[in-house]
């Protein structure tokens, strides 16, 4: 506990925890066995997003946004796909993207066989610690959809270092620009008019806002294990008659916290394992599979986005004043929690589960929906 507070408070770059993720192989997390990864299920990737979470919200974040990453890659025709999940295997490479589609200003040019990408995006999650970047921009010509997979390392991507946000202090969610960067014409992906972009667009939301529910029950449970800790070790009963552990009032609290926690978890779950279905079965899924899954994925992201806010609020009512000291940093959870959960507007999914539950219409297949 005292050395994820250290942590928080340096707010160093999490280059040793993310070098421990990967000697620990889980930048393959989310690859099959055939390309060398772990070839585990949909449901245990978001388990294991959630517990690193619990640990360290920004490192968490992190990994969460790697998966995401690797999972889109299915965007890529399958050769070139297994090459790079292979690659990516091979050296534990870690995957983000300068990919923000509100801001879409990253214009992409033909140039001498290749291409030439300029532009910016702002809050690129893990950019600055990628050892590959997917770069979304638009052809200046048409305006279709176009995809860079290349090294981080290219001339002319430049982070701005301006993260300084209230919470997920190390997670360098910055902005950065791209000024004529080349792009070799096998690193690049257009976006076509066909069936097969139609099913990795209906992917993609289902897919993060999974992992990002995940993220913020992992803030709450962090919250909780800390709180947990906390009283059992240095706790006081408000009459000083029994030990805190013992005192019925905080032992309330604590199963209030537990149940809230619980049916989040339970949430998540089942939207898991029906985003995984639509893993399995990508690209031959059904609307209706894909309404279902988008609605249990926002219903999860509901509960999870208040539960995390309110659990890491909750926690400081057993733990006491003493608990409040920044030498603790117990607010951290309530500071990652009150920054990711405002990705993307809440009450916009609350209107999409109540359309569903009300006229039993599925979402628009979108950006964020």
């Avoid at 992190?62 to 890659?73: F, M, P």
């Avoid at 890529?76 to 534990?92: F, M, Y």
């Avoid at 569903?356 to 964020?368: I, S």
Wanted: proline share 4%.
């Amino acid at each position: 506990m005292r050395l994820d507070a250290r942590r928080h408070h340096e707010q160093a770059p999490p280059t040793a925890e993310l070098d421990l993720l990967k000697s620990a192989g889980l930048m393959s997390l989310a690859i099959g066995r055939e390309n060398g990864g772990a070839g585990i299920s949909w449901r245990t990737v978001n388990e294991i997003v959630r517990e690193i979470t619990a640990a360290d919200g920004s490192v968490g974040v992190l990994l969460g946004y790697h998966v995401i990453s690797v999972v889109h890659l299915r965007r890529e025709d399958p050769t070139r796909r297994q090459a790079l999940e292979r690659e990516i295997t091979s050296n534990q490479f870690f995957l983000a993207g300068v990919a923000n589609p509100r801001d879409d200003d990253i214009q992409v040019e033909p140039l001498g066989g290749g291409y030439i990408f300029n532009g910016r995006k702002s809050f690129c999650t893990g950019a600055a610690f990628a050892d590959r970047l997917t770069i979304y921009g638009r052809m200046a010509e048409t305006g279709q959809a176009a995809l860079a997979y290349i090294p981080a390392n290219r001339a002319g991507i430049t982070y701005h270092h301006d993260w300084d946000n209230l919470g997920l202090c190390r997670t360098e969610s910055g902005s950065f620009s791209v000024e004529n960067v080349r792009v070799q014409a096998d690193e690049l992906t257009i976006e076509a008019d066909d069936e097969r972009t139609a099913s990795i667009r209906a992917l993609r939301t289902p897919v993060n806002h999974n992992i990002f529910t995940n993220c913020y029950l992992g803030f709450a449970l962090g919250a909780f294990r800390a709180a947990r800790k906390y009283v059992g070790e240095k706790g006081q009963g408000w009459q000083k008659l029994q030990p805190a552990a013992e005192d019925p009032l905080i032992v309330t609290q604590f199963g209030d916290i537990w149940v809230e926690l619980q049916a989040g978890i339970a949430l998540a779950e089942r939207a898991a394992l029906k985003v995984g279905v639509l893993l399995e079965g990508y690209p031959n899924f059904d609307e209706k599979q894909r309404g279902d899954a988008a609605i249990d994925v926002a219903t999860a992201k509901i509960h999870a986005s208040r539960a995390a806010i309110s659990i890491s609020s909750k926690i400081f009512e057993p733990m006491g004043a003493r608990s409040t000291h920044n030498r603790n940093a117990f607010d951290r959870f309530w500071r990652d929690s009150r920054t990711h959960t405002l990705h993307d507007p809440l009450i916009y999914k609350v209107f999409e589960v109540g359309d569903f539950a009300l006229n039993q219409r599925y979402p628009e297949v979108g950006p964020y929906s």
